[in-house]
């Protein structure tokens, strides 16, 4: 588990700091073992806020499978960015901005037309832990594909550029940031899967903050991935 901290006075809100857990999933969060530092488009949100609101923000980097155990257990106060979902529901309120859209994309390598991958005969790599291939409407027989669960979204497009994995399925955004991080998008063609958006949002602990409060302050940013 890795830790970040940025101080900034939290005396509206009635304690020290806010306790929130996030994951490594760029280019949302980014996180940099090197020097325990969090960036990207999420972070970029969550800052502004930390200045708009007066609030003081710590921060546990965890793994996602990780992180959505955590939710039940009232260890942390905040979590981001997580989909909007009954279950969880049950123990957090979710602001009603979201920090971003998810969308779905299976990325395999160019030159070989879509229509003429036999799935029966390929391992797809998805992210252990994110069901993404089983909430998404994906092509006619996708599902004879053998589906191959991997810890990181870097090492399933390593395994794709290796030809370990006949595909990923994964976030658009976050497949286009690690191909192109490694210079090695043109290597390969992503087929956007249509009709599927999940808006994912900031999370509270239920009682912990008035939510209102940053709904009201995330209104008043202007980010474009809103």
């Not at 996030?22 to 996180?31: A, K, L, S």
């Not at 991080?181 to 249509?194: H, M, P, R």
Request: charged share 25%; proline share 4%.
């Amino acid at each position: 588990m890795t830790f970040v901290f940025f101080s900034v006075s939290f005396n509206s809100f009635g304690h020290s700091t806010l306790k929130c857990a996030t994951t490594h999933y760029p280019p949302y969060t980014i996180y940099n073992p090197k020097n325990n530092t969090f960036s990207g488009l999420d972070m970029d949100i969550i800052y502004e806020l930390s200045n708009k609101l007066d609030v003081s923000f710590s921060i546990d980097n965890l793994p996602w499978s990780r992180l959505k155990s955590e939710i039940s257990k009232g260890n942390y106060d905040c979590y981001f960015s997580l989909g909007k979902f009954k279950d969880r529901e049950e123990y957090l309120e979710f602001t009603s901005i979201p920090m971003h859209i998810t969308k779905v994309a299976i990325f395999y390598t160019k030159g070989v037309l879509f229509e003429d991958i036999n799935f029966t005969e390929i391992e797809i790599g998805v992210h252990r832990g994110i069901n993404l291939h089983k909430e998404v409407k994906l092509p006619q027989n996708f599902e004879t594909a053998n589906i191959r669960k991997i810890q990181s979204n870097e090492a399933l497009f390593e395994m794709l550029r290796l030809n370990r994995l006949g595909a990923v399925v994964t976030s658009y955004e976050v497949g286009k940031y690690i191909l192109k991080s490694k210079s090695i998008e043109d290597n390969f063609s992503t087929l956007v899967i249509e009709g599927y958006e999940l808006p994912v949002y900031l999370a509270f602990t239920k009682n912990k903050v008035d939510v209102n409060k940053f709904n009201s302050a995330l209104r008043k940013l202007d980010f474009p991935h809103f």
